[in-house]
């Protein structure tokens, strides 16, 4: 098994009603998409009191993404997928995660109440770890000075974790999001910690790929993706092991200019991968995707994205990121 993913173990996923053996835990509190490292301070100072505490460790976070609760007309480029976001939350060695519904009801409920009801008296949380700009309740009203007070009034711990900078730079979702529209994979793995990866399942194209002596898997990603159109170098992974590739995630334009697709063409090998579900991680940016006169100078240009990618990935290694299978 390639050590980029982890055997499973005991990590409790809680959506509604009892949340059993995670009551009493150190929770940290946030959204985590991405899971950046910004993310993993914070997760990383919930275990240390945990573990001060002799409790268990959590994350508490939100389906949807608040932001897409308040305002459902606008369009979140979601680093990961609420699945992938519980993969990675399982591989940093926490014990579980709760997963609140973020709806009419939560989004009225007072910094107060939530507090009161939900954290000590839903949960009975031993402590909390925040960011130092987490807000919660009603109107973002609870800031993280007023749960510090609250938490010294009810007896649970709060821990207030100070900003992460990476060279001057924030580590933060929308930094990452922002390398990636930019065709940044480098910079965002940088704020990530481990590449930028998406999970899909191969699904027909046009068979375009294989006509031109490079067969591909197809994948749709999210509507919502903002990823630069382009060509990158990638690893995917495949029952428990690496391949190395290079993908085009565009509108084809020198064919149809057609809804963004991720065509993916994984050197040296062979096999059925419809219907398959697959990892990509992206390792690296190419070039931009661009419009070709003729098929001839299209092949030409995918024999040089082949030849550097596979310089790209030589000096990567094994780069994916870990995860732990719940």
Known sequence: MNEQTLPAKSFTVVRDG????????????????????????????????????????????????????????????????????????????????????????????????????????????????????????????GSPEYLTEQGARLGFTVDVVPPLRDDGRPVSSGEVRKDLSEGKVEDAAQLLGAPWFVTGEVIHGEKRGRELGFPTANLKLDPSCGLRHGIYALQVRLDGRLHDGVASFGRRPTFDDGAPLLEVFLFDFKGDLYGREIDVAFIGWIRPEQKFESIAALKQAMDGDVAQARAVLKAAGEAFPILREI
Do not use: Y
């Open 18 to 141: 009892d949340i059993g053996a995670l009551h009493g835990a150190v929770v940290a509190l946030g959204n985590f998409d991405g899971v950046h490292r910004g993310h993993r301070t914070v997760i990383a100072a919930a275990q240390a009191r945990a573990a001060k505490l002799n409790r268990k460790a959590a994350a508490l976070t939100f389906s949807p993404h608040p932001r897409l609760f308040f305002r459902p007309q606008d369009t979140l480029f979601q680093l990961s997928s609420e699945h992938n976001k519980l993969r990675l939350l399982a591989a940093t060695g926490l014990d579980g995660a709760i997963v609140m519904p973020f709806d009419a009801q939560l989004a009225a409920t007072s910094a107060q109440d939530f507090i009161e009801q939900i954290l000590v008296g839903r949960f009975g949380i031993g402590g909390a770890v925040i960011g130092f700009d987490f807000h919660f309740g009603q109107k973002r009203a």
